[in-house]
């Protein structure tokens, strides 16, 4: 069964999704849109769907370490460039 982690990886992303849903009750500080939210959930869950994919088909365990260290990185910088604008890409909103 290819998508065994499939429910692991879907509930995780929720559990993630409520820390701002909550934030958001008790400060103004955490001010976050649907679209905010959709563009996280479909953030985390590809990379957490990509990297049960590179788990399970690659078996050179170099190579998997690498390809996982690789996608942690691009999830890292895309989620900064969306937040804060870091490289300042039209993507940041800013």
């Known amino acids: 069964m290819m998508y065994k982690n499939l429910k692991i990886i879907l509930l995780t992303v929720l559990a993630l999704l409520l820390i701002p849903l909550v934030a958001m009750q008790f400060t103004n500080e955490v001010n976050w849109s649907l ?39 691009a999830f890292i910088l895309i989620w900064a460039e969306l937040a804060v604008g870091v490289f300042g890409t039209p993507f940041s909103g800013s």
């Not at 479909?42 to 990379?47: A, H, N, R, Y």
């Not at 399970?56 to 990185?73: D, E, F, P, Q, W």
């Open 35 to 73: 679209f905010d939210f959709i563009i996280a959930a479909v953030l985390l869950f590809g990379t957490g769907f990509v990297i049960d994919l590179v788990i399970g088909k690659t078996k050179n365990i170099k190579y998997r370490v690498a390809i996982l260290i690789l996608m942690v990185i």
